[in-house]
């Protein structure tokens, strides 16, 4: 066995997974590697989270995963979370909640706050034993899975062509309006957007708006046809635009159709405008 390979079997012992905290042990010796990312600031009280799959956190071969990624988590002073960056609404900061010693602690990072560390670093330690990402007495606790998942987003949202970020900008007030209106009754909103070229109009916007079945009113109908109506005239008089719009029942909505039709999730990030602020509200979709 290499001593790399002894490494590995030292760091899978002391049972590092997706979601460990670095101890100070190991953070101190990740700065003093020439990669360390000098102009993310870490302070003692900060949390470093290991986001790499388990899998390859846990991979036999050193040469296969070199390096795991890290998320910076820092305390939160406010009396309590921002509603507009949990669970994953804002898809540049997330707010969520960990223990030290079995005691709640408020959390939040940036989503640009994340780099790569020696993974055989982690066989010099196990993981922080005190501080610990979520509610481990809970069952089930969701606050790894929306971490990750928030992660994700971060390349999994749709991307627009400058052109039309710039004639959609006529509408982004009035549909974020809608969202965050309607935030109790939309599930999820999807978009499948086309780039038509040189037609006319160029780009063609296909929405799906799901609703959540707990909220579909006895005249379906009715409300179905008040939702798609609204929606289509916060596109009203934007140049270049068609918007088909259809509001849908979640249940009758399936992944099948998301994929087959090439829809994808559609929230507030929707555009990225430098002016775009960090603290706007969110639609809770």
Same mark, same amino acid.
């Given at each position: ?22 101890? #100070?042990?190991?953070? !101190? ?11 993310? +600031?870490?302070? #003692? ?10 899998? =390859? ?23 309590? !979370? ?20 079995? %005691?709640?602690?408020?959390? &939040? ?30 069952? #089930? =606790? ?16 749709? !991307? ?22 309607? +935030?109790?009754?939309?599930?999820? !909103? ?9 037609? =006319? ?7 799906? $708006?799901? $609703? ?8 379906? #109908?009715?409300?179905?046809? +008040? ?5 289509? %005239? ?8 068609? &918007? ?10 399936? $992944?099948?159709? $998301? ?27």
């Amino acid at each position: 066995m290499t001593e790399a390979q002894a490494q590995i079997a030292a760091l899978r012992g002391h049972g590092w997974q997706q979601g460990s905290v670095l101890p #100070p042990s190991v953070v !101190a010796a990740a700065q003093k590697n020439s990669r360390w990312p000098h102009h993310i +600031a870490v302070g #003692p009280d900060d949390w470093l989270i290991v986001v790499s799959h388990a899998c =390859d956190l846990r991979n036999r071969k050193p040469e296969n995963e070199p390096e795991v990624e890290v998320l910076v988590a820092r305390p939160y002073a406010g009396r309590k !979370a921002d509603s507009r960056e949990t669970h994953g609404k804002n898809s540049r900061r997330l707010h969520f909640e960990g223990e030290v010693s079995r %005691t709640t602690i408020r959390l &939040v990072a940036h989503a640009n706050e994340r780099f790569a560390i020696d993974r055989l670093l982690l066989a010099d330690a196990p993981p922080d034993q005190q501080r610990v990402v979520g509610h481990p007495g809970q069952t #089930p =606790d969701p606050t790894l899975q929306v971490l990750i998942t928030w992660i994700a987003k971060r390349y999994l949202r749709q !991307a627009f062509p400058d052109e039309f970020d710039q004639v959609a900008s006529q509408a982004k007030q009035k549909v974020d309006d809608f969202l965050i209106k309607h +935030a109790s009754e939309i599930l999820g !909103a999807y978009i499948a957007f086309a780039d038509r070229g040189n037609r =006319d109009p160029r780009f063609h916007l296909e929405f799906r $708006i799901a $609703i959540k079945t707990k909220t579909v009113l006895v005249d379906w #109908p009715a409300q179905k046809a +008040a939702l798609e109506e609204t929606f289509e %005239t916060c596109w009203k008089g934007v140049p270049n635009v068609e &918007v088909e719009v259809a509001a849908v029942q979640a249940s009758h909505f399936s $992944i099948g159709e $998301i994929y087959e039709g090439k829809f994808m999730k559609f929230d507030r990030d929707w555009i990225s405008y430098a002016e775009d602020t960090e603290g706007e509200p969110a639609p809770e979709a």
